[in-house]
């Protein structure tokens, strides 16, 4: 038997960052977000609130490591060491493992005020699709949340959802977007985003004889469909973004808008890092406030 | 703040709100629910610049509402006044199903 490696279509690129404006040296505080997730993990470093450096990779099999993984990539291109870090918030579905954590904030919040530093303050609807779960946020002008629920029951509908997806149809996952919308006419959802479900029917549909491109689409719109009973839920109020990594996709994005009839936000900034990034500003709102208290 | 806790599924949608700005941390809720589905904490998880303790749903629970809370919610028209919402003075909780 040949033992010849198989792609893998659903991985995505891993990616680090400093900000070449930025001398850490002149800051005040230096602060740590990290965000370890289900199916990957972010390390932001802000120099007194502004974004200085960051790691995005994929999530390994403990949480204590993929946070210490993620910060060193951050730190891979500085030349910041970690003593110098004046707090670090744990946020994500591995939080309560992050080794260098002083204190961890739930995603919830974290999102909300990542998405308010990404997009503005006009941001009241936010939507994070995570790898495995799906949240709905509501927030104010300062980013403080003021509704939200988590969907984290299933995988349905989520980023780990596309990944087996993509995976089932040998598709790279950065493709699956483009791909959907080349299609004659758009096929009827699947109808349901369980992924074990959705995988059946997905055979079921190319044996039907459909492209590989319309099981595609038909997908994305299953997904598009579910996120949106969510979002309905916590009430979608303009303006509205959509942080995490489903936020790339744009056969999801693309199908959702469109029946919200409202136009997603614009960031240059890496949506996947927004749930760091609130970790790292509440840790330097945390700083400023606990010297105001002159401690 | 609206806290949903809980989930949709192909089943429905069940949901526990607790609405954050009228929770008192009173208890009276921690103690009524024969399931011990809430908890009251310092500190509100889902805003660490509060500093005032609240009721929540505990982590363990929320993925079990519909089962949970079943014996408090007899299938029929009639059903009786939940016992967590009958107790807290400040209308906090209410539930999606
Ligand atoms: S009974 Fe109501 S006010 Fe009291 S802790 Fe529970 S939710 Fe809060
Ligand atoms: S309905 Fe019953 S079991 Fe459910 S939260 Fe209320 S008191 Fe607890």
Same mark, same amino acid.
């Given at each position: 038997m040949s033992e010849e490696k198989r792609p893998e279509f659903w991985r995505w690129a891993e990616t680090n960052w400093v900000n070449p404006d930025i001398?850490?040296?002149?800051?005040?505080?230096?602060?740590?977000?990290?965000?370890?997730?289900?199916?990957?993990?972010?390390?932001?470093?802000?120099?007194?609130?502004?974004?200085?450096?960051?790691?995005?990779?994929r999530t390994g099999s403990d949480s204590p490591n993929s946070a210490r993984n993620a910060l060193k990539f951050a730190l891979g291109k500085t030349t910041l060491t970690e003593v110098k870090i004046s707090y670090c918030i744990g946020t994500g579905y591995g939080r309560v493992n992050v080794p260098m954590a002083d204190r961890t904030v739930t995603e919830i919040a974290c999102h909300a005020r990542g998405a308010n530093f990404f997009y503005g303050p006009k941001v009241r609807t936010v939507l994070d699709v995570g790898g495995q779960d799906i949240k709905a946020i509501r927030c104010d002008e300062k980013g403080k949340v003021t509704n939200f629920l988590m969907n984290d029951k299933c995988a349905a509908g989520t980023g780990r959802g596309m990944e087996v997806f993509s995976d089932l149809l040998s598709v790279p996952i950065g493709e699956v977007g483009e791909r959907?919308?080349?299609?004659?006419?758009?096929?009827?959802?699947v109808s349901s985003t369980c992924v074990v479900y959705a995988k059946s029917e997905a055979t079921g549909l190319l044996r039907k004889g459909l492209s590989t491109n319309e099981v595609l689409a038909a997908y994305?719109?299953?997904? !598009?469909?579910?996120? /949106?009973? %969510?979002?309905?839920?916590?009430?979608?109020?303009?303006?509205?973004?959509?942080?995490?990594?489903?936020?790339?996709?744009?056969?999801?994005?693309?199908?959702?808008?469109?029946?919200?009839?409202?136009?997603?936000?614009?960031?240059?900034?890496?949506?996947?890092?927004?749930?760091?990034?609130?970790? !790292?500003?509440?840790? /330097?709102? %945390?700083?400023q406030k606990s010297k105001g208290k002159g401690k | 703040m609206l806290a949903n806790y809980g989930y949709s599924d192909g089943s429905g949608n069940y949901f526990i709100t607790i609405d954050t700005d009228k929770?008192?941390?009173?208890?009276?809720?921690?103690?009524?629910?024969?399931?011990?589905?809430?908890q009251v904490v310092d500190e509100d998880p889902n805003d660490p610049m509060?500093?005032?303790?609240?009721?929540?749903?505990?982590?363990?629970?929320?993925?079990?509402?519909?089962?949970e809370c079943g014996p408090c919610k007899p299938s029929g028209d009639n059903r009786p006044a939940l016992p967590c919402v009958m107790v807290c003075e400040g209308c906090a909780i209410s539930h999606s199903w």
């Open positions: 001398r850490w040296e002149d800051a005040q505080f230096i602060t740590l977000g990290i965000d370890v997730g289900s199916v990957s993990s972010q390390a932001v470093i802000m120099a007194d609130g502004k974004m200085y450096a960051y790691g995005n990779m959907s919308y080349q299609v004659e006419k758009e096929p009827p959802a994305c719109s299953a997904m !598009a469909d579910r996120i /949106y009973s %969510l979002l309905e839920r916590v009430g979608v109020e303009p303006e509205f973004a959509i942080t995490g990594g489903m936020a790339k996709n744009r056969g999801v994005v693309g199908r959702l808008t469109k029946k919200m009839g409202l136009e997603p936000l614009k960031t240059s900034w890496d949506t996947q890092l927004a749930g760091a990034a609130g970790a !790292a500003l509440f840790g /330097y709102a %945390l700083c | 929770c008192n941390a009173c208890g009276a809720c921690v103690e009524a629910c024969p399931a011990q589905i809430f509060n500093e005032e303790p609240l009721a929540i749903v505990v982590a363990g629970k929320k993925k079990k509402l519909k089962y």
